[in-house]
């Protein structure tokens, strides 16, 4: 998945908390926020654009993706067969962000879990719930 696809798929599941998200498509989405905010910070900054001394373009931006990117953090969770409920993590200053880029970047696990199929695998041979043997 490319940094376009990734952004697609990033808005075009915007509050999908179900299901699977590669490596690929969540650090290129982690790569447009970071890159956005930039942006919309840099734009506030240099065009004094500043209310009550805060950036309006920046936390717009911010209100804009932040279920999104959410959204991507779950699934990416979900492709290495982990709760998105870890994400709670990230209310532990430092250490929990620090947990989570760890549980982020490994190979997400091969094949069906029980959050999908893998997400780069080819939609023609994904299994469907009939086809998975009973457990």
């Known amino acids: 998945m490319n940094f ?3 952004i697609q798929s990033g808005f075009s599941n915007y509050a999908n908390f179900r299901g699977r ?3 690929s ?3 290129w989405f982690q790569l447009f926020i970071l890159l956005g905010e930039v942006a919309a910070v840099l734009v506030d900054v240099f065009g004094n654009f500043t209310m009550l001394d805060g950036s309006p373009l920046a936390t717009v ?3 804009a993706t932040i279920i999104p990117d959410l959204a991507v953090m779950a699934r990416r969770l979900h492709d290495t067969d982990a709760s998105g409920w870890w994400l709670l993590l990230m209310l532990i200053p430092l250490i929990g962000m620090v947990v989570l880029i760890v549980w982020w970047c490994p190979e997400g696990s091969k094949g069906y879990n029980r959050f999908g199929a893998e997400p780069l695998q080819p939609a023609l041979i994904r299994p469907t719930a009939s086809s998975r ?3």
């Open 4 to 6: 376009q696809q990734a």
């Open 21 to 23: 998200a590669s490596r």
């Open 25 to 27: 498509e969540f650090w």
């Open 61 to 63: 931006f911010w209100l």
């Open 133 to 135: 043997p009973n457990r």
